[in-house]
């Protein structure tokens, strides 16, 4: 209580200490990871393999399989499933691509590897020496349904309505300048023009000499090459579909259009090779337009240590430096609504913190007081940011409601103390005794609700498996600013008390001694407990 009495009786000090504490917090603020939602254990994990373009199905088959006996072996691996054809970063069909999804065991079954990252880094290392393609380990997104991988995701777009050739060299232009900034741990694309294609090309002036309409030989081709839908028919109980399409053997290489024939007008059979003949060519298997531009889809994931949001800004900045005019970017899936988020918890946080006050103005009938309530939160924010420092956790989501809910409960501690000390004012008792007297008084019910709540949290901290990291930024975070806002707030309080009702007084001051003796009476005999 000397300590408290000195702090009180030199007034300055005490402002002097919180302005520190306040530059503090604003500093930690301001160098924390800014994240959205961590990555958590889902149990599963998910690789996809990329061989050269034009591989045969055959060949990404066996590759997968090659992969497979590698996670057969590993220990942490419980199951895996494997798809060939599949680009699951594009989400689209594909020969030279397969895609597997791998569950791992329990937490307390996967032998030295347990984390989540760990996992992926074995994995990682042990599919490195498979040289017949490139193979990308990906954990999954928490949220589903807003990208296939985790990490952030954006859309290169070409304005100049330039070749594709010149977007996929800035495209790879572009990601070697990101896998050089040391936030990002992988960036890639899974656009490539360089996929072997045939290209039609037709004789129209000739086709139409011979009565054939373009219509009429790109049905033909569609029916041999890429499949018709015929009909539908039910037999033996069962619904059958009727595809027509030539048999694989007649439809394998360029040879086989010699031997497809198109009916003209006059229903003679004419050669197909008569007006059409196939031109290998390269091209993307896919393209992409975002906004009615030309589009290529960047994927990447931020390093170990760093967060989202400094990936993001990372992309920010080369971007800014390194594209090339004519040339810029949009945010897509998980990373545009971490963006349009971002922004919206100092909003939240700014509207709570206006809400208290104009409860606690209602409540003390003054604009004034709730101050000394207000000001007291920054002891428990700077604890806030300082605990999740030293345990590397990223300003999260999960820590940002952790501060929502720490303005009410430190909010509660301050109210208790103010409270008390202005009923023990109003019952006539001197301005430096009443806040000492609250002080002492209200200290046991502070320190017994709130290391109450903070025992209560330390089986979060130790959480492990699915959600972990959820529960180590919300207990972790709100843990530390409750123990340093009980601590500091026990000092910082009553001095905030003595400012600001000193000011109230000052403002709304009773003009004589009567008036004063009769407002302190009506406090005392409106107050019971102020007897005792």
């Known amino acids: 209580m000397g300590s408290l ?130 193979v990308d380990v990906f954990t999954m997104p928490t949220v589903p349904g807003f990208s296939n991988v985790d990490g952030f995701e954006l859309l290169l777009q070409d304005r100049t309505g330039g070749k594709l050739d010149k977007l996929s060299a800035t495209a790879n232009a572009f990601i070697e300048e990101l896998q050089k900034r040391p936030e990002i741990a992988a960036a890639f694309t899974t656009f490539d023009t360089q996929t072997p294609q045939f290209e039609l090309e037709l004789d129209v002036k000739k086709a139409k000499q011979l009565g054939i309409s373009t219509n009429d030989i790109l049905q033909t081709m569609q029916v041999y090459y890429g499949s018709s839908f015929a ?27 010699n031997s497809i024939y198109v009916k003209n007008s006059v229903g003679q059979m004419v050669p197909m090779t008569t007006v ?38 990372a992309v920010e900045e080369v971007a800014k430096t390194k594209l090339p005019v004519g040339y810029t970017y949009e945010w897509t899936g998980m990373t545009r609504e971490e963006i349009a988020a971002g922004g919206q918890s100092s909003l939240i946080f700014g509207l709570s913190l206006v809400f208290v006050y104009f409860l606690l103005a209602a409540q003390y ?29 990223d300003n999260n989501i999960y820590v940002q409601v952790g501060l929502i809910m720490l303005i009410g409960l430190l909010a509660k501690n301050a109210i208790l103390i103010v409270e008390y000390a202005t009923q023990r004012r109003q019952a006539g008792m001197g301005l430096l005794a009443s806040a000492l007297d609250a002080a002492r008084l209200r200290l046991r019910p502070i320190l017994m609700t709130s290391f109450a709540f903070i025992v209560g949290l330390i089986p979060l901290m130790g959480a492990t498996g699915a959600s972990a990291k ?13 123990l340093t806002g009980v601590l500091l707030g026990l000092f910082i309080i009553p001095v905030l008390f003595v400012i600001f009702q000193g000011i109230q007084e000052k403002i709304k001051r009773p003009k004589t001694p009567e008036e004063r003796k009769a407002l302190a009476e009506e406090a005392f005999a409106s107050h019971p407990i102020t007897r005792n």
């Not at 009909?231 to 007649?250: C, E, H, L, M, T």
């Open 470 to 482: 959820g529960n180590h930024s919300i207990s972790i975070g709100t843990a530390g600013g409750m």
């Open 231 to 257: 009909s539908d028919f039910n037999r033996f109980g069962k619904f059958y579909r009727v595809i027509a399409q030539a048999d694989a053997p007649y439809r394998a290489d360029p040879a086989s259009l």
């Open 276 to 313: 059409a003949r196939l031109k290998r060519v390269y091209g993307p298997e896919a393209i992409t337009r975002n906004n009615l531009f030309t589009s290529v889809a960047i994927n990447g994931q931020a390093k170990p240590g760093y967060s989202t949001g400094d990936a993001i800004r």
């Open 365 to 393: 009938e003054s604009y004034v007081l709730p101050w000394a309530v207000l000001l007291s939160i920054p002891t428990g924010i700077l604890g806030v940011f300082l605990f999740i420092n030293l345990a590397g956790i």
């Open 5 to 134: 009495r000195f702090l009180i009786q030199n007034k300055w000090v005490g402002l002097s200490g919180l302005a520190l504490v306040t530059a503090l917090t604003v500093f930690l603020m301001r160098t924390t990871p800014t994240g959205f939602i961590p990555s958590e254990d889902q149990g599963f994990i998910a690789y996809s393999l990329k061989l050269p373009a034009g591989a045969s199905l055959q060949r990404t088959q066996k590759v997968a399989d090659k992969i497979e006996g590698i996670l057969h072996k590993t220990q942490a691996v419980e199951q895996h499933i494997e798809i060939s054809g599949f680009n699951m970063i594009a989400n689209s069909a594909s020969p030279s691509y397969a895609a597997g999804f791998v569950k791992m065991k329990p937490y307390e079954e996967r032998g030295a590897v347990k984390e989540l990252q760990q996992v992926v880094d074995t994995v990682s290392r042990q599919v490195a020496g498979v040289e017949e393609g490139r």
